[in-house]
């Protein structure tokens, strides 16, 4: 292409930097978020103002906070969920059935040491909270096992299987915590039985100290893939199947391997997210809400590129323009959904944004064409 | 577009073609002519930059600087489009057609005269007479998956002749083709050339034909001209010395081995293919220490899924295969690469290596599951590192360094680091599947040397090729292979060209003794 003097053209890449990927991604955030200064505009209110008032309660406001990290706690860990199989190849759209079993995992714990009771119920959370954990871990795990053993005995499609399992999973927590079911609470409203003040959370600086689970969860499989027998077999699986078998590697193990520390993980979602937010300790009524934000796990999980450590960033983003677009829209009385509109362009413009990780444009002066005749 | 051509008329001409990428100057200054009538040769190894000649010369890639001029006119293509609307068509290697499709079908497709109703009757009548002038010989009506290779490369031509193609560039037309289908591909292309149409081959093996065939040669050697000769004046070694820029040997020299105890030892092995098909059927042979057993045949007969059944990759569904007498006929190929077989598939990009890894990587392939490697599943970044130089060094493959990706190498670099990696396992056996095809003269004469020292270290190798002068040039004993059965087993000594050809047509012939 021609533009006046100058040949533009477009170059491939075929490595992106670290750095160079921090500053594409930067750049798309900047320009998803002019974008819907336009709506802001739209609807009358001053953008700059806007922007203040929902990036001041998602990351400094002292009751916004902590919502915002609690939220982004649960979408890294169904991001790292999403990530593991990704790498391999295979894609979990199942984080929300797996993070459902987690939860009943770690209530079936609960419930086996009598935990439904009075909220003054004493009970040993030196044993009973790592029990639990393990029981959204097995949950998780188990659920998550399924279509990986689907996809390497039989080669199954695992983006069905883990959809289906979805809407099982969601059922049976229905099931259980409805219309007389074991979990149901004491008040009947269709939620779950509420934990023992014994067995919240403890809390590190404010926070469930699930963060630090997640954290370190994260960290590991960054040192997992870039480091480790394993994490070489997954993504040599992931790049080309036909190659791995060549090398020995099991095609039935990989898939199966990858589903179970995803659904593992996606349990530990699901035990963060009923049993160590603060306020909230049971299975709550709307729990399918959770099941969908579940999905910002796949968002995340491909804008970072299946790179769990830059996974870290994207998700306290997306938590927190998640919690502050939804305060703003009560506070400045705006008629929509601005959380959903400021996330739906953020999402176009980040992955329109990483045609700038595999291409480059190259500016050339013309030199003065020589008539030749 | 009727344009006047005579024979020796100049049709395209290349003055200056440059083309730059980051880190080498793929095209240097390439001038040259093509005139009406004539087979201009464009010789080549891998990397020499033939590839983006090609290119340019179709309009895929335009070049940085330098003018082309066809019939005298200077051209500019944006896209092969402009070139095939002059008159330029183009043979891919890796053919463009559509399998599920008909013959006819993919000849028309794209045509600008196919509108959205076909008149399939003219249309025959118009390549029957076509296939009739050129004496190619194919049913229009037969799908192009059930066609073999050498009848895609016609469908191929087929497809450029009826658009009006006047200049044919052909991209290393005879290297996947059998022999007899070779010698008909070469007597078209001589009745074309007496139409005055132009042939441009490039090649990057082979040359034996490119002496019979073409009326000039172009030799590139690093993105220049190295040597631009009528084909009369050229001899086989000249131009490999052009091509390679040293002297090649082209007769190998024979290593005798002491032929040691069978490693190898395989009885009644029956397979199936990927249509469930029965692509061997029964066949028993055994490889010793220190010999090349060579297995010959044409493409589809059985070959590959030997190869995949020896490694591990495909069921045998009966018979057994033992490696050091023990039965390892139903192993994961994992515990066969432990137990010191080691496999050189044919799909260099697709299974013996990872494009998106960097060649440290690829190395692993071979080595991740080596306890030395690694510590309590913590790969030793460092001494795989320390491996990747050393077979760099050792093998010669010209990269910056560890960290480049596979993809980024070409096919010969590649096969050596796939080679290289295999070897420095010190197999005791080595199933080694078209180890040459599509290198070009210096990596193929390395790639056979390898093999011969590999021999020398009293490894047994059994070698699979479809190219019968490397068989015989290399193996103790030969195999030809015809429907998933070994014609014969016959010692090199009383193995006879004509003989090994004819069996490996289907032929069960007896050996004269001599």
Same mark, same amino acid.
């Given at each position: 292409?021609?533009?006046?003097?100058?040949?533009?053209?477009?170059?491939?890449?075929?490595?992106?930097?670290?750095?160079?990927?921090?500053?594409?991604?930067?750049?798309?955030? +900047?320009?998803?978020?002019?974008? +819907?200064?336009?709506?802001?505009?739209?609807?009358?209110?001053?953008?700059?103002?806007?922007?203040?008032?929902?990036?001041?309660?998602?990351?400094?406001?002292?009751?916004?906070?902590?919502?915002?990290?609690?939220?982004?706690?649960?979408?890294?860990?169904?991001?790292?969920?999403?990530?593991?199989?990704?790498?391999?190849?295979?894609?979990?759209?199942?984080?929300?059935?797996?993070?459902?079993?987690?939860?009943?995992?770690?209530?079936?714990?609960?419930?086996?040491?009598?935990?439904?009771?009075?909220?003054?119920?004493?009970?040993?959370?030196?044993?009973?909270?790592?029990?639990?954990?393990?029981?959204?871990?097995?949950?998780?795990?188990? +659920?998550?096992?399924?279509?990986?053993?689907?996809?390497?005995?039989?080669?199954?499609?695992?983006?069905?299987?883990?959809?289906?399992?979805?809407?099982?999973?969601?059922?049976? +927590?229905?099931?259980?915590?409805?219309?007389?079911?074991?979990?149901?609470?004491?008040?009947?409203?269709?939620?779950?039985?509420?934990?023992?003040?014994?067995?919240?959370?403890?809390?590190?600086?404010?926070?469930?100290?699930?963060?630090?689970?997640?954290?370190?969860?994260?960290?590991?499989?960054?040192?997992?893939?870039?480091?480790?027998?394993?994490?070489?077999?997954?993504?040599?699986?992931?790049?080309?199947?036909?190659?791995?078998?060549?090398?020995?590697?099991?095609?039935?193990?990989?898939?199966?391997?990858?589903?179970?520390?995803?659904?593992?993980?996606?349990?530990?979602?699901?035990?963060?997210?009923?049993?160590?937010?603060?306020?909230?300790?049971?299975?709550?009524?709307?729990?399918?809400?959770?099941?969908?934000?579940?999905?910002?796990?796949?968002?995340?999980?491909?804008?970072?590129?299946?790179?769990?450590?830059?996974?870290?960033?994207?998700?306290?983003?997306?938590?927190?323009?998640?919690?502050?677009?939804?305060?703003?829209?009560?506070?400045?009385?705006?008629?929509?959904?601005?959380?959903?509109?400021?996330?739906?362009?953020?999402?176009?413009?980040?992955?329109?944004?990483?045609?700038?990780?595999?291409?480059?444009?190259?500016?050339?002066?013309?030199?003065?064409?020589?008539?030749?005749? | 577009?009727?344009?006047?051509?005579?024979?020796?008329?100049?049709?395209?001409?290349?003055?200056?073609?440059?083309?730059?990428?980051?880190?080498?100057?793929?095209?240097? =200054?390439?001038?040259?002519?093509?005139?009406?009538?004539?087979?201009?040769?464009?010789?080549?190894?891998?990397?020499?930059?033939?590839?983006?000649?090609?290119?340019?010369?179709?309009?895929?890639?335009?070049?940085?600087?330098?003018?082309?001029?066809?019939?005298?006119?200077?051209?500019?293509?944006?896209?092969?489009?402009?070139?095939?609307?002059?008159?330029?068509?183009?043979?891919?290697?890796?053919?463009?057609?559509?399998?599920?499709?008909?013959?006819?079908?993919?000849?028309?497709?794209? =045509?600008?005269?196919?509108?959205?109703?076909?008149?399939?009757?003219?249309?025959?009548?118009?390549?029957?007479?076509?296939?009739?002038?050129?004496?190619?010989?194919?049913?229009?009506?037969?799908?192009?998956?059930?066609?073999?290779?050498?009848?895609?490369?016609?469908?191929?031509?087929?497809?450029?002749?009826?658009?009006?193609?006047?200049?044919?560039?052909?991209?290393?037309?005879?290297?996947?083709?059998?022999?007899?289908?070779?010698?008909?591909?070469?007597?078209?292309?001589?009745?074309?050339?007496?139409?005055?149409?132009?042939?441009?081959?490039?090649?990057?093996?082979?040359?034996?034909?490119?002496?019979?065939?073409?009326?000039?040669?172009?030799?590139?050697?690093?993105?220049?001209?190295?040597?631009?000769?009528?084909?009369?004046?050229?001899?086989?070694?000249?131009?490999?010395?052009?091509?390679?820029?040293?002297?090649?040997?082209?007769?190998?020299?024979?290593?005798?081995?002491?032929?040691?105890?069978?490693?190898?030892?395989?009885?009644?092995?029956?397979?199936?293919?990927?249509?469930?098909?029965? !692509?061997?059927?029964?066949?028993?042979?055994?490889?010793?220490?220190?010999?090349?057993?060579?297995?010959?045949?044409?493409?589809?007969?059985?070959?590959?899924?030997?190869?995949?059944?020896?490694?591990?990759?495909?069921?045998?569904?009966?018979?057994?295969?033992?490696?050091?007498?023990?039965?390892?006929?139903?192993?994961?190929?994992?515990?066969?690469?432990?137990?010191?077989?080691?496999?050189?598939?044919?799909?260099?990009?697709?299974?013996?290596?990872?494009?998106?890894?960097?060649?440290?990587?690829?190395?692993?392939?071979?080595?991740?599951?080596?306890?030395?490697?690694?510590?309590?599943?913590?790969?030793?970044?460092?001494?795989?590192?320390?491996?990747?130089?050393?077979?760099?060094?050792?093998?010669?493959? !010209?990269?910056?360094?560890?960290?480049?990706? !596979?993809?980024?190498?070409?096919?010969?670099?590649?096969?050596?680091?796939?080679?290289?990696?295999?070897?420095?396992?010190?197999?005791?056996?080595?199933?080694?599947?078209?180890?040459?095809?599509?290198?070009?003269?210096?990596?193929?004469?390395?790639?056979?040397?390898?093999?011969?020292?590999?021999?020398?270290?009293?490894?047994?190798?059994?070698?699979?090729?479809?190219?019968?002068?490397?068989?015989?040039?290399?193996?103790?004993?030969?195999?030809?292979?015809?429907?998933?059965?070994?014609?014969?087993?016959?010692?090199?000594?009383?193995?006879?060209?004509?003989?090994?050809?004819?069996?490996?047509?289907?032929?069960? =012939?007896?050996?004269?003794?001599?």
């Amino acid at each position: 292409m021609k533009l006046g003097n100058y040949q533009v053209k477009l170059e491939k890449k075929l490595k992106v930097t670290g750095l160079e990927a921090a500053a594409i991604s930067t750049l798309a955030i +900047v320009i998803a978020l002019a974008l +819907v200064s336009l709506i802001f505009l739209k609807a009358g209110v001053n953008p700059i103002i806007g922007y203040t008032k929902i990036f001041s309660y998602a990351f400094v406001n002292k009751f916004g906070l902590p919502l915002t990290i609690n939220r982004s706690v649960f979408i890294l860990l169904c991001t790292c969920a999403f990530i593991i199989p990704f790498r391999a190849g295979l894609w979990n759209i199942g984080m929300a059935g797996q993070l459902y079993a987690g939860g009943l995992g770690a209530f079936a714990v609960a419930l086996a040491f009598g935990a439904k009771g009075p909220q003054n119920l004493d009970l040993s959370p030196g044993i009973i909270i790592p029990l639990m954990m393990a029981g959204a871990a097995l949950g998780g795990a188990l +659920v998550g096992a399924i279509p990986g053993f689907l996809k390497g005995r039989f080669n199954t499609n695992e983006i069905v299987v883990t959809m289906m399992l979805n809407s099982i999973a969601f059922w049976l +927590v229905a099931f259980m915590i409805k219309d007389g079911g074991l979990f149901m609470g004491a008040g009947g409203e269709g939620e779950g039985f509420k934990l023992p003040q014994s067995l919240y959370a403890p809390q590190i600086m404010g926070g469930p100290f699930t963060i630090l689970i997640a954290l370190a969860l994260t960290g590991f499989l960054y040192f997992m893939f870039a480091r480790t027998k394993t994490g070489y077999q997954i993504k040599a699986y992931g790049l080309s199947p036909s190659a791995a078998r060549y090398a020995g590697i099991s095609s039935y193990k990989i898939p199966l391997l990858v589903f179970i520390i995803a659904g593992l993980i996606a349990g530990l979602a699901g035990y963060h997210l009923f049993a160590a937010v603060p306020g909230v300790y049971k299975i709550t009524q709307n729990y399918g809400d959770f099941g969908d934000l579940s999905f910002y796990g796949i968002i995340c999980g491909l804008i970072s590129l299946g790179n769990p450590l830059a996974a870290i960033p994207i998700a306290l983003l997306f938590g927190g323009l998640t919690n502050g677009g939804r305060y703003v829209q009560g506070e400045l009385q705006l008629g929509f959904g601005i959380d959903y509109a400021l996330l739906g362009v953020l999402m176009i413009t980040l992955v329109a944004f990483q045609f700038f990780f595999r291409y480059k444009i190259v500016w050339k002066k013309l030199a003065k064409e020589k008539k030749n005749v | 577009m009727p344009i006047d051509i005579k024979r020796g008329d100049t049709v395209l001409e290349a003055k200056g073609i440059t083309k730059r990428y980051p880190g080498l100057v793929a095209n240097d =200054h390439i001038d040259f002519e093509i005139k009406a009538g004539e087979i201009h040769a464009i010789l080549g190894e891998n990397g020499a930059g033939k590839t983006t000649l090609m290119k340019i010369l179709f309009g895929m890639v335009q070049p940085d600087e330098g003018e082309i001029f066809v019939h005298g006119e200077k051209v500019h293509f944006k896209s092969p489009l402009d070139a095939i609307r002059l008159g330029i068509g183009m043979v891919h290697q890796d053919r463009m057609l559509i399998p599920a499709h008909s013959v006819i079908e993919n000849i028309i497709l794209g =045509h600008p005269s196919a509108g959205n109703i076909m008149n399939l009757k003219r249309t025959s009548e118009e390549i029957t007479e076509i296939c009739a002038k050129y004496g190619f010989n194919i049913d229009l009506k037969a799908k192009v998956w059930q066609l073999s290779e050498g009848e895609k490369q016609v469908v191929e031509i087929l497809k450029a002749l009826y658009r009006g193609a006047k200049i044919l560039i052909l991209d290393e037309p005879t290297s996947a083709l059998a022999p007899p289908e070779v010698k008909k591909l070469l007597a078209s292309i001589k009745i074309m050339t007496g139409d005055d149409l132009a042939l441009v081959p490039f090649i990057t093996h082979k040359l034996p034909i490119v002496l019979t065939v073409s009326d000039r040669v172009t030799v590139l050697r690093r993105g220049k001209i190295t040597a631009q000769l009528d084909t009369l004046d050229a001899t086989e070694n000249g131009l490999a010395r052009e091509m390679v820029g040293r002297d090649v040997i082209f007769r190998l020299e024979r290593v005798e081995v002491k032929k040691g105890k069978p490693i190898l030892e395989v009885e009644k092995l029956s397979a199936l293919n990927d249509k469930g098909l029965p !692509a061997l059927k029964a066949i028993s042979f055994s490889v010793h220490e220190g010999e090349i057993l060579g297995i010959a045949g044409i493409s589809g007969n059985g070959q590959q899924v030997l190869a995949e059944v020896l490694a591990g990759l495909r069921d045998a569904t009966g018979g057994k295969v033992l490696l050091d007498g023990v039965d390892i006929t139903r192993s994961s190929s994992l515990d066969k690469w432990q137990k010191g077989m080691g496999y050189i598939p044919s799909e260099r990009r697709d299974v013996g290596s990872i494009g998106d890894y960097s060649i440290a990587e690829n190395v692993m392939m071979n080595y991740y599951f080596d306890d030395e490697l690694s510590n309590w599943g913590v790969l030793d970044l460092k001494k795989i590192r320390k491996l990747t130089e050393k077979i760099i060094s050792e093998y010669g493959v !010209a990269v910056p360094g560890p960290d480049t990706l !596979a993809k980024s190498l070409s096919g010969g670099n590649l096969q050596k680091v796939i080679l290289a990696r295999v070897f420095s396992r010190k197999p005791r056996l080595l199933i080694v599947n078209l180890p040459t095809q599509g290198l070009d003269v210096g990596a193929t004469e390395f790639v056979q040397n390898k093999l011969l020292e590999a021999k020398k270290e009293k490894a047994g190798i059994l070698l699979i090729s479809e190219d019968l002068d490397e068989v015989l040039s290399l193996s103790d004993r030969v195999a030809p292979i015809y429907e998933g059965e070994f014609m014969d087993i016959i010692p090199i000594e009383q193995a006879r060209r004509e003989d090994i050809g004819a069996m490996m047509a289907g032929f069960k =012939h007896k050996v004269a003794a001599t």
